[in-house]
């Protein structure tokens, strides 16, 4: 490939093969949560087996990671790991919450057993297995290559487009083409067995489509970003998903400053943008009108607003006081969160999950998970801005405009309890890390 040309879509597919090939083993096999293992598992053997196939790049790629990066990624894998370590009895029957346990162990004589820290020692390997996909999908993102941004922002785009049309799919022939057991028919829930996932996802694709649309210059162009863009907000309103719904507020309001001039180094409006922007407008209506009923659905939602979510968030938050300061064990709560579970909050339904991710972190993981996630969160905010210092300034807004939504879907929801979100989350965070990666090799050379 010869230097300023932009990558054609045959060297493209060569250049990030092994990255396109876990995104789409990722995808169709990865959105389904725990309750489906062995799916989980094709994603996690295909991204380690990646990996290992990557050795050279994989190790190349650790070496020019800045020390913070490092800490934190090391430190995220070794939480499940050290919650798996055997410990004697006078230690682990000592942790808070643990009499219960000990009481059980007790009625068949093996209190005296050595146990691990977590409390369930399945549930927290199968949390420490889930941690390589995000795991491959960061370290295969080629950052020392020209345009690597772009060409992950188009990935994300691309597969929030073969997310709809699936989905269309599955509304237009039924169940029949539903990968898992979905809570109501009619929803679109593409590769994703969570409607709040799909929808996060489409929100995700809107984001990453506004980091690439000042570089896509023309009419023509332009129209294109916009007509996907519609596509991708009609999608998220299809899902039936109100926190997906309403994040749609943020890339809008973000699209809306960026058309308008507001963003982009004083960027003037231009009137020949008028066309390309009410052809938009007007696709996105005549897609609404096809499909009004299905939108009129999420509504409906809004309307009635009361759902169980307050109460889980009181027995989960009961929960979190009983293991804390150092949490039951990763993805445990299923297990621990039965005995806090109130009589005037019991549901036909089983609750499974916090419906909050920080407040799940806090009773799994205890002060250590919420210092990693503020820890997570401030090096993010770091690498944002040095990304945007750089000089690449609307696809870092994109990459950060979807982890804000990620962060805040994760307020009323579980986003990255699922492969195929934590694929994406893995790409976002390398992208910025990449910006990291460069201002290194550039101290370095100076």
């Known amino acids: 490939m010869r230097k300023g040309r932009s990558l054609s879509l045959r060297e493209f597919a060569i250049a990030d093969w092994r990255l396109i090939s876990l995104v789409a083993v990722a995808f169709m096999f990865g959105g389904g949560g725990v309750g489906t293992a062995i799916w989980n598992f ?4 295909f991204a380690f087996g990646l990996l290992l196939f990557s050795w050279p790049q994989v190790r190349e790629r650790w070496s020019r990671l800045v020390l913070p990066v490092k800490i934190l990624i090391i430190a995220t894998c070794a939480l499940p790991a050290v919650q798996l370590l055997p410990l004697p009895p006078n230690i682990w ?3 808070p919450g643990r009499d219960l346990v000990y009481d059980a162990l007790a009625v068949i004589g093996a209190e005296g057993d050595w146990r691990p820290f977590t409390v369930d020692r399945v549930r927290t390997a199968v949390a420490l297995m889930g941690l390589v996909t995000p795991l491959a999908a960061f370290m295969l993102v080629r950052t020392k290559s020209s345009g690597f941004g772009t060409r992950v922002l188009q990935i994300i785009v691309i597969a929030a487009l073969a997310n709809f049309v699936f989905g269309g799919l599955q509304i237009s022939a039924g169940t029949s083409l539903n990968p898992y057991l979905v809570l109501e028919q009619g929803r679109l829930y593409g590769f994703f067995a969570n409607h709040n996932s799909s929808g996060l996802f489409f929100v ?11 570089g896509v210059t023309g009419r023509y162009g332009q129209a294109a970003i916009l007509a996907i863009g519609a596509i991708l ?14 994040l749609l507020l943020v890339p809008l309001t973000y699209a809306a400053a960026l058309y308008s001039g507001v963003i982009g180094r004083g960027r003037k409006f231009e009137p020949r943008r008028l066309g390309a922007i009410a052809g938009a407008v007007l696709l996105g209506v005549a897609l609404l009108f096809v499909a009004q009923t299905r939108v009129e659905r999420t509504w409906e939602r809004f309307a009635a607003l009361e759902d169980s979510r307050t109460f889980i968030w009181e027995d989960a938050s009961s929960a979190a006081g009983r293991y804390w300061p150092v949490g039951s064990g990763m ?7 039965q005995v806090e579970e109130s009589l005037e909050s019991l549901q036909p339904s089983h609750a499974r999950r916090a419906h909050n991710e920080y407040l799940e972190v806090a009773v799994e993981a205890g002060i250590v998970g919420l210092f990693l996630i503020i820890a997570w969160g401030g090096l993010l905010l770091y690498m944002w801005w040095t990304t945007r210092a750089s000089g690449k300034v609307h696809w ?6 979807a982890l804000l939504c990620i962060a805040l879907q994760s307020i009323v929801d579980y986003p990255m309890r699922n492969q195929t979100l934590l694929c994406v989350a893995g790409l976002l965070v390398a992208l910025l890390v990449g910006a990291l990666d460069s201002k ?7």
Request: include cysteine; charge should be negative; glycine fraction near 12%.
């Open 440 to 446: 290194k090799d550039k101290s370095i050379a100076a």
């Open 93 to 95: 029957s000592q942790l």
């Open 42 to 45: 094709i994603v996690q053997a």
């Open 331 to 337: 993805g445990t709560l299923d297990e621990v969160f």
């Open 204 to 214: 995700l694709g809107l984001c990453a489509l506004l980091g690439l649309a000042p």
């Open 233 to 246: 907000v009609l999608g998220t309103l299809l899902t039936n998903s109100r926190s997906s719904t309403t």
């Open 396 to 401: 870092a807004d994109g990459v950060g405009l």
